[in-house]
């Protein structure tokens, strides 16, 4: 028997096996239950998070002989003939090879005849946006008033090159991401029944790398096991993507944080000499610091801090190392470091110029710092004696204490002296 990659292996064959969109699971399944299912969804998410294995799921809770239901049986010979994409009442059609008005108006004949055997005829249309204008104006009026046997189901990941007009007609679903954590689970949970050996740092590394996509993390996965075998480390992972270990980024922010530019030197010149992905490197600091910025703000709580126990480990020892406002300018840097090195000659002599500059931002004094420690030295000095009579009152100096905090004396130099705010105590 010929060998099955992972990714089709796995598979989801039921709403339970669709990680990370339980919004749009929980939905499909109410409306089994209910019997309100519409006549035309519309699923829009980027690749590999799921559109077209819910839109087979989907047909094969309505088509099931034991259905509609939302438990197909998976067993019977509808569900099997649709999982395999050769049932005659499910047309599964490629968007963009069928994209004519021609190949709509054959389909508008086809969907006019009654099911053979299941109890709906459904039109799968993957990459809907595909379809030229001409087409999407020829399936307009079958969309809006089809026969009650037929049901529409569109994927696309970009939704918005779907007419407004065809969206107005579907129920519209926006899949998302699939968060680090979720895949990391699924693919231990896949390596344990295939007797995998693989290290919690490589199952990060893979799910990394698959940016929010769990058929492109299989994919890596097995492209993995081809390489190495049944003993997977981080180290062949990173081997193979080019990407950078979870503890070398970490330790990069760190150095960022710390204003240490040797050490940001020396990481970036050895992640260039290795062959690292370097605009994938800027966009995973970006992630850190986006969760750094968010544990500083929310702790560990939040639902959308997208990292694993050991990087909330990582981001609580960091989040000390500077306040939220500082981490918020150095995501600024990054991100428009990010939009700029489409256009660079050199890519490594960009990443070196803004991590600098990040570190500087991260080390340097703001005016409100310098305000508040010379609000609290004056709060601090004994109140001046008493006066007999009333006398045009000198300049008051400021005090000696000043010249013995290096941070003020650099901003002093900044300002050339002149500090605003510092008499009436504002911020």
């Not at 059609?93 to 459904?122: C, E, H, M, W």
């Not at 969309?143 to 007609?169: C, M, N, Q, Y």
């Not at 150095?330 to 960009?350: C, F, K």
Request: aromatic letters at 4%; glycine letters at 6%.
């Amino acid at each position: 028997m010929a060998y099955e990659v992972l990714a089709r292996k796995w598979r989801p064959k039921h709403f339970e096996d669709v990680v990370g969109q339980e919004h749009v699971t929980r939905t499909l399944k109410n409306a089994i239950e209910s019997g309100r299912v519409a006549h035309a969804y519309l699923f829009v998410g980027p690749r590999g998070i799921g559109k077209t294995s819910l839109a087979r799921i989907f047909a094969k809770a309505l088509n099931c002989e034991k259905g509609p239901t939302v438990s197909p049986c998976c067993e019977c010979s509808m569900c099997l003939e649709i999982a395999v994409g050769n049932a005659l009442d499910v047309l599964e059609i490629d968007g963009a090879s069928n994209n004519g008005v021609d190949q709509v108006r054959d389909l508008r004949d086809k969907v006019q005849f009654a099911p053979t055997r299941g109890t709906y005829k459904i039109i799968i249309i993957d990459e809907v946006h595909m379809l030229s204008t001409a087409a999407f104006n020829a399936l307009l009026k079958t969309l809006e008033e089809p026969p009650p046997h037929v049901k529409f189901i569109f994927a696309t990941t970009e939704g918005d090159k779907v007419l407004p007009t065809i969206i107005s007609r579907c129920q519209r679903f926006d899949l998302r991401r699939i968060q680090t954590p979720l895949i990391v689970e699924r693919l231990r949970r896949i390596c344990e029944y295939e007797r995998i050996t693989i290290d919690e740092d490589a199952l990060l590394a893979v799910a990394r790398g698959a940016e929010g996509g769990m058929r492109d993390a299989l994919s890596a996965l097995d492209q993995l096991i081809s390489f190495k075998g049944d003993l997977l480390t981080e180290d062949d992972v990173l081997a193979v993507f080019g990407l950078v270990s979870r503890r070398s980024l970490e330790n990069l922010a760190a150095a960022v944080l710390r204003g240490d530019m040797g050490e940001i030197l020396k990481s970036v010149d050895m992640f260039d000499s290795a062959g690292k992905d370097m605009r994938r490197l800027t966009v995973e600091l970006m992630e850190h610091f986006r969760n750094l910025l968010i544990y500083q703000h929310v702790g560990e709580q939040m639902a959308n801090l997208d990292a694993t126990p050991e990087q909330i480990r990582a981001l609580a020892a960091q989040s000390a190392l500077a306040d939220p406002n500082r981490v918020l300018q150095i995501a600024d840097q990054l991100g428009e470091m990010e939009g700029r090195l489409r256009y660079a000659l050199s890519v490594r002599t960009l990443i070196e110029m803004s991590l600098i500059r990040c570190a500087r931002v991260a080390r340097a004094v703001t005016l409100e710092e310098v305000l508040k420690r010379l609000n609290a030295i004056r709060t601090a000095e004994p109140p001046a004696p008493a006066v007999a009579a009333p006398v045009a009152a000198p300049a008051k100096p400021v005090s000696a204490a000043i010249y013995d905090d290096p941070a003020l004396k650099q901003a002093m130099q900044m300002f050339d002296g002149k500090i605003v705010g510092v008499e009436d105590g504002n911020d």
